[in-house]
Structure formats: structure tokens, C-alpha cells
């Protein structure tokens, strides 16, 4: 079995900064995309794309976080990292880690893991 944990995440007050981490539990060959998605709980609401590394290839942002989120690979093997700076009220959501991992060698396009998902929450 193969779990993503995450770590990290909290209440700040507008322009503060937190930072995320993600992990693999479980032994994976490698992985293909790592990054980080969010979900403002309601009904209808859909997981939104924060930032991503695909593999070989530069990150990825949401209009809504360039020039204030990072995110970037931890000097653990198989982490993520996603720094959050200036935050504001409408960066409040739940946050999950996703990664498309191999498991196997025999497995070169690798499948879809969430993490469990963190709260962010940004309010005065």
C-alpha cells in the first residue's frame, strides 16, 4: 500500500505565510507529477489546481497563486513542498497533496494518490 501524508497548514491572519509538506509512505519506483490541489467545502465544489512539477518539466501555478506560492521538491526523496506567502482570505480551503506515482517498474504511466488533506485557513 502506498499513502501520501501530509503535514503542516493552520490559521494565519491576511499576508501571513505557511508552509506545506507531503510525503510518500510506502515503498514507489518513482513518480511522473507531484503537486498540490485545494477544495473550498461545498456542495459542487471542485478541487482546484494549485501548483504542480511535472516530472523533467518546470512548475506550474493557478493564476490566482503566482508570485506568492512555491512549491518545489523536498530534499527527502519522493516530498513536496508547497510555500505559501501573502496569503489571503480567498486561499482558505482544504489542501491536498497529489502525486502520480509507479509502483512498479512495469508501470511507466503510474496511477493517481490524494493525501488526506490539510486545512488552510486565512482570516482576521
Known amino acids: 500500500q502506498v499513502h501520501l501524508v501530509e503535514s503542516g497548514g493552520g490559521s494565519v491572519h491576511p499576508g501571513g505565510s505557511l508552509n506545506l509538506s507531503c510525503g510518500v509512505d510506502g515503498y514507489i519506483v518513482g513518480w511522473n507529477a507531484m503537486g498540490w490541489y485545494r477544495q473550498v467545502p461545498g456542495i459542487g465544489q471542485q478541487r482546484e489546481l494549485v501548483?504542480?512539477?511535472?516530472?523533467?518539466?518546470?512548475?506550474q501555478y493557478a493564476d490566482s497563486v503566482k508570485g506568492r506560492f512555491t512549491v518545489s521538491r523536498g530534499n527527502v526523496p519522493n516530498t513536496v513542498n508547497l510555500q505559501m506567502s501573502g496569503l489571503q482570505s480567498e486561499d482558505t480551503a482544504v489542501y491536498y497533496c497529489?502525486?502520480?506515482?509507479?509502483?512498479?517498474?512495469?508501470?511507466?504511466?503510474?496511477?493517481?494518490?490524494w493525501g488526506q488533506g490539510t486545512q488552510v485557513t486565512v482570516s482576521s
Open positions: 497529489w502525486m502520480k506515482i509507479r509502483r512498479t517498474e512495469g508501470d511507466p504511466d503510474g496511477r493517481g494518490y
Open positions: 501548483a504542480l512539477i511535472p516530472g523533467g518539466a518546470a512548475p
